[in-house]
């Protein structure tokens, strides 16, 4: 067992941060040890272990990752993007490791989580779950099989509070399928459609985004064709799901050296 087992959580109060805490309490082997808010938030001096109603765990949230970068030697982060690139610059800077789950970056962010990679070990995913890890080497098939005649479009549903659309798995699912039949999604994605569309290009891969209650997430990547149409879905019940994805990460990237690695690398699929 690596010695890299203190794990931080920031955005600890938020809907995945709380399992997460619970998920790290619960894993043999990892110990909590930081949990941080944002400032201004009510809960900060809060117990992470009492806000979760697990009993007093002696780990305080704060307001500062920097106030408690001694605590910890992963930090995992499900915030919003401008969070998680702050606290990428303080991670290179004391050189620990990250599991990132925020999904919303833009071209800037993304070049800025690779360079931060090229420093320390990184597992960037925008789903932690094993399902859609196994989901993204089904429409790699797919793709491979059906590379004809077959309109390709992305459903994802999530809960009326979240921020980014399409999904970051949305994005990644079509990104596999582009890749796979040689397209760019950069000039091939239509993010939904409204009037007088004139006929489906065949060339584009299409998304549909849902907004909802308390969704957890549900994607649907479909191959319609004439005649028969194939439906991969993934559907989410339990944010749980995701924050045993983040454990499985921090346990793969303690004995890790620097790098970006996703879900498929820590689950061995890649
Ligand atoms: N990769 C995956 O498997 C999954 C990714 N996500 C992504 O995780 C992100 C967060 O999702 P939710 O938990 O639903 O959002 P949320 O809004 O419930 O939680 C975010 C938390 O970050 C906190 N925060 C904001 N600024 C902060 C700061 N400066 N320092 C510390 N904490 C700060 C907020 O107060 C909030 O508690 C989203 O980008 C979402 O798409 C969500 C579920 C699974
Ligand atoms: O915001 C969420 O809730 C989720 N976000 C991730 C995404 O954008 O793909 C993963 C999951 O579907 C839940």
Not at 251 to 256: D, I, P, Y
């Amino acid at each position: 067992m690596s010695e890299l087992n203190r794990i931080a959580i920031l955005g600890a109060s938020g809907r995945m941060g709380k399992y997460l805490i619970e998920a790290t309490l619960a894993t043999p082997g990892l110990v909590l040890g930081a949990a941080i808010e944002r400032p201004g938030s009510s809960l900060v001096g809060v117990d992470a272990g009492d806000l979760i109603g697990a009993g007093t765990q002696g780990v305080k949230i704060v307001d500062n990752l920097a106030d408690v970068v001694e605590d910890f030697d992963i930090l995992i982060d499900f915030t919003r993007p401008e969070v998680t690139l702050q606290a990428l610059g303080l991670c290179v800077q004391a050189n620990k490791r990250i599991v990132i789950g925020t999904t919303g970056f833009n071209a800037a962010g993304l070049a800025m989580i690779d360079d931060a990679a090229l420093k320390i070990p990184v597992v960037f995913a925008p789903n932690m779950s094993v399902g859609v890890t196994l989901t993204l080497k089904l429409l790699k098939m797919a793709a491979d099989v059906l590379n004809e005649g077959f309109d390709i479009e992305v459903v994802e549903a999530h809960h009326r509070h979240k921020v980014d659309a399409p999904s970051g798995t949305a994005l990644r699912m079509a990104e596999v399928v582009a890749d796979t039949l040689g397209r760019d999604l950069k000039t091939c994605a239509v993010y939904g459609r409204e009037g007088n569309t004139g006929e489906r290009d065949p060339n584009t891969i299409g998304f549909a985004t849902i907004r909802a209650g308390d969704i957890v997430g549900d994607h649907t990547v479909m191959f319609a064709g004439v005649g028969e149409r194939v439906e991969i879905t993934h559907k989410a019940s339990s944010r749980m799901t995701f924050a045993k994805g983040a454990m499985r990460a921090c346990t793969w990237l303690a004995c890790q050296p620097n790098g970006l690695y996703d879900m498929q690398d820590v689950l061995g699929l890649s």
